[in-house]
């Protein structure tokens, strides 16, 4: 054989099949890192919305006073720190929660400013009250847009009234 420069054809074959198992190694890490990254925001994230919301929902309803049901069983209860009248209850709509303030001069006001709620929204909230106790409890979940994460709230705050 001739001494030649260059490589052979079986050696760049088993460079390109090295090179593409690297490759592949490369991007599912990358893959999983990606998912990994995104599972530990949504819960950090989500941790703090529910953090926040159950402060705001304590600040209110720890004052609040138990006023009835409406007829679809919507728990009503005024608070007049926060100037709620006798059929203030809670409203969740477009991902949000906000207090209607009720009675004739009815007001929707977010329980919690926007900013918290970049890209998380928050439905299935649930308001329940034992008189026996005085005690109001209930539930909510908060998920991405998407819906592909999800995390489950509760809540358990005695009325001081």
Not at 52 to 66: E, I
Not at 89 to 101: E, K, P, S
Not at 116 to 134: E, H
Not at 142 to 149: A, N, V
């Amino acid at each position: 054989m001739k001494n030649t420069k260059g490589f052979t054809l079986m050696e760049m074959i088993v460079a390109i099949a090295i090179l593409v198992l690297i490759s592949t190694a490369m991007t599912s890490g990358l893959a999983v890192a990606t998912r990994s990254y995104r599972d530990s925001v949504f819960h950090s994230d989500s941790e703090v919305l529910c953090d926040t919301l159950n402060t705001a929902l304590s600040d209110v309803l720890r004052y609040a006073v138990f006023t009835g049901s409406a007829p679809d069983g919507t728990l009503l209860f005024a608070n007049d720190q926060y100037n709620i009248l006798s059929g203030g209850h809670f409203v969740n709509q477009d991902g949000r929660v906000y207090i209607d303030t009720g009675g004739g001069m009815s007001e929707q006001v977010l329980v919690i400013n926007t900013g918290s709620y970049v890209g998380l929204q928050v439905t299935g909230f649930i308001l329940r009250y034992d008189a026996a106790v005085n005690t109001y409890s209930g539930e909510y979940v908060i998920g991405t847009q998407d819906g592909t994460m999800t995390k489950n709230c509760t809540f358990v705050y005695r009325s001081l009234r």
